[in-house]
């Protein structure tokens, strides 16, 4: 009986040293204590993106066959990607025909001088993004980019199915403002002088625009 007892006894001493010994083994791993924390909702900021454009343009206009004259326009675009725009130009100018009222009593037109007004819808690719530095310790962003599309010329009550192409060239003052200047070449059909003929049109401008 008293043999039974022991062997009981020793069966249950060498249970508990097991458990003992896996207790400790997984002690480490598990979490002593558990943190109670109330989460919240966080709103993230929203920043302007400054996609979208504004801006005026002004310079000179030079109609084939009759001189140049000061262009004012406004502009909206959206930049699509780092690489990509589109742009939607308005623009009048004033078109005189002086010379040929040397040659011609009455002139071309009926008045001394016509207004030329067009809008257009281009597509623009920034071709060499850069900077400018301004200094030892200040640089500003820039890119020339490529330009062209297509749109409207009205003048003399004629109008005018028309193709643009250029460059320009961007310099960006601040996040949202920034200079441009443009070179573009518009096309479109006259026959105001009696035969139709395509007309290369250039056009030099210089431009403020706020980024949104």
Known sequence: MNIARLLLLASLAGLATAAG????????NE????????RRDVKLPRFPNKDFEIGLFTGTYST????SSWVNGVRLGYHVTEDFFVQANYAQTKVSDELFRQILPGGVFTDDEETLSYYNLSVGYNLLPGEVFIGSSRAKATAIYLIGGIGSTKL??????????????RLMLTDHWSLQMDLRDHIFSLDILGKRQNTQNLELTGGLSYYF
Do not use: E, K, M
């Not at 010994?21 to 480490?28: G, I, K, V």
């Open 21 to 28: 010994a896996q207790s400790t083994q997984t002690a480490p």
């Open 64 to 67: 084939q066959n009759f001189g």
């Open 31 to 38: 979490q002593v204590i558990v943190p109670q924390v109330d």
């Open 156 to 169: 003399a009550d004629q109008r005018r199915q028309t193709y643009n192409f250029g460059l320009g060239v």
